[in-house]
C-alpha cells in the first residue's frame, strides 16, 4: 500500500544502574502480566520537565525516576502502586496514571503522591494507563484494565479543569497512550488489543464523534502502546513487541525507529528544545534509546495551530 519507509537507528541515551535493577523479585503485577516470570524494572511514562529532566515510571515495583539530562539516575520514590503513564502540567505539576490507585499527584520535591481522582460514580477505576492535557489543563486518561477484543469495556474519561470527570468513551477493547493534536481537535489513542490507532474527534460541545480507526497494524506482541506528536502533526506509535512507527497527519508511513535493545518499545516523547529527537523507553532492557527524526512533514502539513500542552514538557 506503502513504499517502505526509511529505518532509523537510535542509540542508548541511559540505561537503568544495576543498583536500581530488582533481579529475580515477583510482584503481583508481573503475575498477572508476564505470566509470573520476573523482571528487573518495566520503564514507562516518559515526561520532560522545564529543566530537561525526564522521569519515567516502573510498574511493578511502584516506582518513579528522574534522568538528568546527563543520563543519571534518582528515585524519587518507591510506593505502593503500579505507576504507568505520566503527564506535566503547565504550571509545572507531574501527574501519575496508576494501574492500581487511579490518577495521583507526585510532589517531586517530597517525593510523595497524592490522589486526584480514584473513582467514578463510586465505582473503582479498571487500570488507568496512560494520560494527556490539553491546553485548558482538562486532563485526558484511558482506563485499560484486563480489557481485549474479548471484553471491549476500556474507558477514556476527561477529568475538566472545573473537576468534572466525563466519561468519553467506554467500548474500547484495551485503551493506552493518547495524545492530541496540535489544534486540540482530535484525540488519537492507542488501542493495544485491536492492534490500531483510533481517531477521536472532539466536538465543540464537549463531546466526541465519529470515532473512527486512523491506523491499522499488525503483528508484534503487543500492540500500539505510547503515542507522541511532533511539531508538524506527525505522529510517533511505540508499537510494542515491534518497533516504533511515525506516521504523517494523512496516515502515510514516515519512518521506522528501530529500537537498538529489544523490541518492547513502551512509549515516547519529544526532548526539550530538541523537537525532533526522540526518547524511546525500551522496557526488555531497561533503557531509554533516543534517534533524530528528519521533518518530513513540515513542508507539506506546517501550519501555525496552537502548540498542545502534551507528554512532552509544557
Known amino acids: 500500500m506503502f513504499a517502505p519507509p526509511p529505518v532509523i537507528a537510535t542509540q542508548v ?16 503485577w508481573t503475575d498477572a502480566n508476564k505470566h509470573g516470570q520476573t523482571v528487573h524494572s518495566f520503564l514507562e511514562g516518559p515526561t520532560f520537565d522545564r ?14 525516576f528522574r534522568i538528568t539530562p546527563a543520563g543519571q539516575w534518582e528515585l524519587i520514590i518507591e510506593y505502593d502502586g503500579e505507576p504507568n503513564g505520566l503527564a506535566m502540567h503547565a504550571d509545572g505539576r507531574l501527574f501519575v496514571a496508576d494501574y492500581r490507585n487511579g490518577i495521583l499527584q507526585l510532589d517531586v ?7 486526584v481522582v480514584q473513582r467514578a460514580r463510586s465505582e473503582h477505576f479498571r487500570g488507568c494507563n496512560d494520560l494527556t492535557f490539553d491546553m ?38 484495551s485503551p493506552n497512550g493518547l495524545v492530541l493534536n496540535r489544534e486540540q481537535s482530535i484525540l ?11 481517531r477521536v474527534p472532539l466536538m465543540l460541545d464537549g463531546g466526541v464523534s465519529k470515532v473512527g ?11 500500539p502502546d505510547g503515542l507522541a506528536m511532533d511539531v508538524d502533526d506527525n505522529l510517533v506509535v511505540a508499537h510494542s ?11 502515510e508511513p514516515i519512518a521506522r525507529i528501530e529500537p537498538s535493545t529489544g523490541p518492547f518499545a513502551t512509549n515516547v516523547a519529544f526532548g526539550v528544545d530538541q523537537p525532533n529527537r526522540l526518547f524511546i523507553t525500551e522496557s526488555s532492557s531497561g533503557s531509554v534509546l533516543c534517534a533524530d527524526l528528519p521533518q518530513a512533514g513540515r513542508s507539506l502539513y506546517s501550519h501555525s495551530g496552537p502548540q498542545a500542552v502534551s507528554k512532552e514538557a509544557s
Open 13 to 28: 541515551f541511559t540505561s537503568m544502574p544495576d543498583a536500581f535493577r530488582k533481579k529475580g523479585v515477583r510482584s503481583a
Open 51 to 64: 529543566q530537561g529532566n525526564l522521569y519515567v515510571t516502573d510498574i511493578p515495583f511502584g516506582r518513579i
Open 109 to 115: 520535591a517530597r517525593g510523595r503522591v497524592e490522589p
Open 136 to 173: 485548558q489543563g482538562n486532563l485526558y486518561f484511558t482506563d485499560q484494565g484486563q480489557t481485549g477484543l474479548h471484553d471491549a469495556t476500556g474507558r477514556v474519561y476527561r477529568l475538566n479543569a472545573n473537576g468534572r470527570l466525563e466519561c468519553l468513551l467506554s467500548n474500547v477493547p
Open 188 to 198: 488519537y489513542l492507542a488501542v493495544t488489543r485491536a492492534n490500531a490507532v483510533w
Open 213 to 223: 480507526v486512523f491506523l491499522q497494524l499488525s503483528g508484534s506482541l503487543g500492540g
Open 241 to 251: 513487541g515491534l518497533t516504533v512507527w511515525q506516521f504523517s497527519r494523512l496516515g
